[in-house]
């Protein structure tokens, strides 16, 4: 299955972020998951969080959570919010190449 984590900083952590950042990008580099993309999006405005996303295929949706769970981001708060969720995707240029058994 597809699944997506849609996780907003708290703006309050930028300074944990930055501590941070170096472990969180090497614990999706190494991840025993198959992460399809992930990034941040751009800036935010002043005293906003900063959206970012992971697609990734998993077995199991209990498979991705455990996986986030592990995220320096997450156990640290960086993230004010984080939202996991499966997703379906029907159309787009992506698919031509990668077909999910849905």
């Known amino acids: ?3 997506v984590r849609y996780a907003i ?3 309050g952590k930028a300074a944990e972020r930055s501590r941070l950042l170096e472990e969180h990008k090497a614990y999706l580099r190494g991840a025993a998951i198959r992460i399809l ?3 941040p999006s751009a800036p935010p405005m002043e005293g906003r969080g ?3 996303v992971v697609i990734a295929e998993v077995e199991t949706l209990a498979e991705f959570e455990a996986f986030s769970a592990g995220d320096a981001f997450v ?3 960086v993230y004010g919010s984080v939202d996991l969720f499966e997703w379906r995707p029907t159309f787009g240029l ?3 190449s ?3 058994a849905f």
Request: hydrophobic share 40%.
């Open 1 to 3: 299955m597809i699944v």
């Open 9 to 11: 900083s708290d703006p």
């Open 37 to 39: 993309l992930s990034g």
């Open 50 to 52: 900063s959206p970012a």
């Open 75 to 77: 156990r640290s708060g």
């Open 94 to 96: 992506l698919l031509e």
């Open 98 to 100: 990668f077909r999910p």
